[in-house]
């Protein structure tokens, strides 16, 4: 299967918003708390996001906070997985935030997830975060060194 990889938009929202919502894992309690003002918020004034597409449908999407050096959301819809989307839109969002100054970028995302042991392979360094989240930061030398990019 072939992707494009693209920055984000306002017309991706309702598809980013639809990934958001169709993932098994790192559920939203309240699928209300993330609003299409967010999303906009982290187009153009506090970040950037970006899209893989497949046959012109969104597929994938990636956000980072350039205001705080870290990645706000990273979502791959479900079937899929396992294509190395996340790892690519990852490498942008990542690539992006230190071509921009930033020394460290971080996130946080639930423990004992498959989110978690992804970070955790990319090289990230892992933290507990509370109850049942753990946090993860990443430095750029760090991203320099790790071999899977």
């Known amino acids: 299967m072939t992707y494009l990889f693209r920055q984000a938009g306002s017309s991706d929202i309702p ?4 990934i958001r919502l169709s993932v098994a894992e790192n559920v939203l309690s309240d699928p209300t708390s993330i609003t299409n003002a967010m999303y906009e918020d982290f187009l153009d004034r ?7 597409e497949s046959n012109g449908e969104i597929v994938a999407f990636c956000y980072a906070n350039s205001t705080n050096a870290s990645i ?4 791959v819809r479900p079937d899929h997985e396992g294509q190395g989307l996340g ?3 990852l490498g942008l969002a990542v690539d992006w935030l230190f071509s921009i100054g930033h020394e460290r970028v971080e996130l ?3 423990a004992n997830t498959r989110a978690d042991r992804f ?8 933290q507990a975060a509370g109850a049942s989240d753990v946090a993860y930061s990443l430095t750029r030398v760090g991203w320099a060194l ?3 990019r």
């Open 108 to 110: 946080t995302t639930a």
């Open 146 to 148: 790790v071999p899977t």
């Open 15 to 18: 598809a980013m918003s639809r």
């Open 119 to 126: 970070y955790a392979a990319q090289g990230w360094v892992r």
């Open 46 to 52: 506090s970040g950037r996001g970006w899209v893989a």
């Open 87 to 89: 790892k690519t839109l």
């Open 72 to 75: 706000w959301a990273l979502f």
